[in-house]
């Protein structure tokens, strides 16, 4: 069973920064594909990041490119997302999320439990 860990949420200023890490654990396909979404306040879940696990191959919401950043450590099982110039509009519940496809072409995700960033002055 996956297991995803979320840290580094908290309330910051605008224009501040923060920085989240999730820990995967278990048996972990090693071609898989890591992100963060995140849940706005009266909005669904939107894409923030992902990355994948073989060339490190990144996507971006339009909304955070240029401030954000995604990172994995494959040794590790962790991904990381470096937030800058962080914006009111920015602030939800960030959620951990991998994702693999099996050799039997079987779709699998798992989430974290989510962790929270407010920008707020």
């Known amino acids: 069973q996956v297991r995803l860990m979320e840290s580094g949420g908290g309330l910051v200023q605008p224009g501040g920064s923060l920085r989240l890490s999730c820990a995967a654990s278990?048996?972990?396909?090693?071609?898989?594909?890591m992100g963060w979404y995140r849940q706005g306040p009266g909005n669904q879940r939107e894409l923030v990041a992902t990355?994948?696990?073989?060339?490190?191959?990144?996507n971006y919401a339009d909304s955070v490119k240029g401030r954000f950043t995604i990172s994995r450590d494959n040794a590790k099982n962790t991904v990381d997302l470096q937030m800058n110039s962080l914006k009111p509009e920015d602030t939800g519940v960030y959620f951990c999320?991998?994702?693999?496809?099996?050799?039997?072409?079987?779709?699998?995700?798992?989430w974290g439990q989510g962790t929270q960033v407010t920008v707020s002055s």
């Open positions: 999320n991998i994702r693999w496809q099996t050799s039997s072409r079987n779709n699998y995700a798992v």
């Open positions: 278990g048996s972990i396909a090693s071609m898989n594909v």
């Open positions: 990355i994948t696990s073989g060339s490190s191959l990144t």
